[in-house]
C-alpha cells in the first residue's frame, strides 16, 4: 500500500494574477475499503484558488485488522501557488511515510518548476533505474496531485485531466476521461501508470492501475468526489468520503 504508487496526479502551473485570489478552507475524509472491510482512512485539508497560492496536508493510515497486520500511515504538506487557468505549480513538499517496513523522510522544493530532493531519509544506494530530479520540471509532488484530483469543482469541470507525478523518485502519469452524467452524479474513468523510476519487478508486475471517480452535488453546489473505485495490487479497492 504505497501512497506514491496507488493515489495520486499532477500538473504544471505558473503566473499569478495581480491581485491574488484567497479562498476558504476545504476538507475531506475518506474510508480505504478493501475486500469490503474498512482498511484505513485517508483525509486531507487545504485553500487554493485560481490567481493565488494553495497550501495542503494529508494524511493515510491503516486502521481495523488492515492495521493489526501491517501499519501504514504517509503524513505530507505542500504548498505553492495555482496559475489563473487553474494549473498548479508545488513550491515545497515534504512526507513522512512507514510502509510497514521501514520509515522514510523526504522534502522537495521547486525552481522554475524544476523540483530538488533536499532531504531523503534513509540514504540509499544509487540504482541503475534511477531518474534526475533535473529532469523533472513541470511535474508536481503526490499530495498537490491528490488535491488536483480529489478537491470540490464547479459543475462542469469534473474530469478531463493530464497530470504528472514526481515523488522524488519515481515519475508517474494520472489521466481522466469525459465526464458523463448519470442522474445528478457525474462519472469519470481515468488510467494510474508508472512511467520511469521504478523497478524491473514493480514495471513487470504491473503498470496501470484503472480507476473511477464519481462525484455528487455537495451542500454548496460544487461537485466533489464521493467515491473512487480502482483497481490495486491487493485487489479491487475504493475511497468512499464520509
Given at each position: 500500500?504505497?501512497?506514491?504508487?496507488?493515489?495520486?496526479?499532477?500538473?504544471v502551473?505558473?503566473?499569478?494574477?495581480?491581485?491574488?485570489?484567497?479562498?476558504?478552507a476545504e476538507?475531506a475524509?475518506?474510508?480505504f475499503?478493501?475486500?469490503g472491510?474498512?482498511?484505513g482512512?485517508?483525509?486531507w485539508s487545504g485553500?487554493?484558488?485560481p490567481?493565488?497560492?494553495?497550501s495542503?496536508?494529508g494524511r493515510?493510515?491503516?486502521?481495523?485488522m488492515?492495521a493489526?497486520?501491517?501499519k501504514?500511515?504517509?503524513?505530507?504538506?505542500?504548498?505553492?501557488?495555482i496559475s489563473?487557468d487553474?494549473?498548479?505549480?508545488?513550491a515545497?513538499y515534504?512526507?513522512?511515510a512507514?510502509t510497514?517496513?521501514?520509515?522514510?523522510?523526504?522534502?522537495?522544493?521547486?525552481a522554475?518548476?524544476?523540483?530538488?530532493?533536499?532531504?531523503s531519509?534513509?540514504?540509499?544506494?544509487?540504482r541503475?533505474y534511477?531518474?534526475?530530479?533535473a529532469?523533472?520540471?513541470g511535474?508536481v509532488?503526490?499530495?498537490?496531485?491528490?488535491?488536483a484530483?480529489l478537491?470540490?469543482?464547479?459543475?462542469?469541470?469534473e474530469?478531463?485531466?493530464?497530470?504528472?507525478?514526481f515523488?522524488?523518485?519515481?515519475?508517474?502519469?494520472?489521466?481522466?476521461?469525459?465526464?458523463?452524467a448519470?442522474?445528478?452524479?457525474?462519472?469519470c474513468?481515468?488510467?494510474?501508470?508508472?512511467?520511469a523510476?521504478?523497478?524491473a519487478d514493480?514495471?513487470?508486475?504491473?503498470?496501470?492501475?484503472?480507476?473511477?471517480l464519481?462525484?455528487?452535488?455537495?451542500?454548496?453546489?460544487?461537485?466533489r468526489?464521493?467515491?473512487?473505485?480502482?483497481?490495486?495490487?491487493?485487489?479491487?479497492a475504493?475511497?468512499?468520503?464520509?
Amino acid at each position: 500500500m504505497k501512497m506514491n504508487s496507488r493515489l495520486a496526479a499532477a500538473l504544471v502551473g505558473f503566473g499569478l494574477s495581480a491581485a491574488p485570489v484567497t479562498a476558504a478552507a476545504e476538507e475531506a475524509r475518506f474510508d480505504f475499503v478493501l475486500a469490503g472491510l474498512t482498511a484505513g482512512t485517508l483525509s486531507w485539508s487545504g485553500s487554493g484558488a485560481p490567481g493565488g497560492s494553495y497550501s495542503v496536508t494529508g494524511r493515510l493510515k491503516t486502521s481495523g485488522m488492515a492495521a493489526l497486520l501491517k501499519k501504514v500511515s504517509y503524513d505530507a504538506t505542500a504548498s505553492g501557488i495555482i496559475s489563473v487557468d487553474g494549473r498548479y505549480q508545488p513550491a515545497s513538499y515534504s512526507e513522512d511515510a512507514d510502509t510497514g517496513r521501514r520509515q522514510s523522510q523526504s522534502q522537495i522544493s521547486y525552481a522554475n518548476g524544476v523540483p530538488t530532493v533536499t532531504r531523503s531519509q534513509p540514504e540509499r544506494k544509487a540504482r541503475p533505474y534511477d531518474i534526475s530530479p533535473a529532469d523533472q520540471g513541470g511535474k508536481v509532488d503526490p499530495l498537490t496531485a491528490m488535491f488536483a484530483t480529489l478537491r470540490d469543482v464547479a459543475p462542469g469541470e469534473e474530469c478531463n485531466r493530464s497530470l504528472q507525478i514526481f515523488d522524488g523518485r519515481r515519475a508517474s502519469q494520472v489521466t481522466t476521461g469525459t465526464p458523463q452524467a448519470q442522474g445528478n452524479k457525474v462519472t469519470c474513468t481515468g488510467e494510474y501508470r508508472r512511467i520511469a523510476g521504478f523497478s524491473a519487478d514493480d514495471m513487470a508486475e504491473k503498470t496501470r492501475f484503472p480507476f473511477t471517480l464519481t462525484y455528487a452535488p455537495g451542500p454548496d453546489g460544487k461537485m466533489r468526489v464521493v467515491e473512487v473505485a480502482m483497481d490495486s495490487l491487493y485487489g479491487k479497492a475504493r475511497l468512499v468520503r464520509q
